[in-house]
């Protein structure tokens, strides 16, 4: 290995004895430019800031579309999105619950593996928040056997059972 590095050193010494100071000085040039102020170079598109609803369209466009599909990392990403926009988009129209309870019925069918804590925890809030709360229960029962002791377990536990109480008393 030392044999290449030396060829490798002699090399460079003749190229750059034989280029002359023609490199040098494009080399200077580049440093003087760099120390000048630049001004803002703005790109020639500005980045529009989209409403939830905007968000929501989009991510439902791309959702079923070969591109994401044909890899599984950027369909799960796209569904984890999905469901959270509508998680949020439920606080105003209660309808969107179970739109993020169906999603997430989808990703458990086609990537069990890839499901994670948080993904379980949005699963049980969706089915609570749209009314299906014996699914709820069944789905926190099957959570605490792949995470037993989880304190956010509890916390989704209790808004089950907020929900449940406030179902009832209706």
Known sequence: MSFLRKRKSTKIKTIRSDSG???QKGMDTQK???????????????????SLHDKIKFLEGRLNT?????TPQKHIVVIRNLAKGYMRLGRDDTS???KADNLIKQFYVLYPFHMEKM???LWIEASANAKL?????NLLKEARLLFPGDEDL???ETKVLHIDQSKSGD
């Open 21 to 23: 100071l023609a490199l």
């Open 32 to 50: 003087e430019s760099r120390s000048e102020p630049r001004e803002d170079l703005s790109s020639g598109k500005e980045r529009k800031k989209l």
């Open 66 to 70: 070969a591109e994401t599909r044909s």
């Open 96 to 98: 969107y619950f179970a």
């Open 119 to 121: 993904d379980w925890i």
């Open 133 to 137: 709360i014996r699914e709820a229960r």
């Open 154 to 156: 509890d916390e989704v």
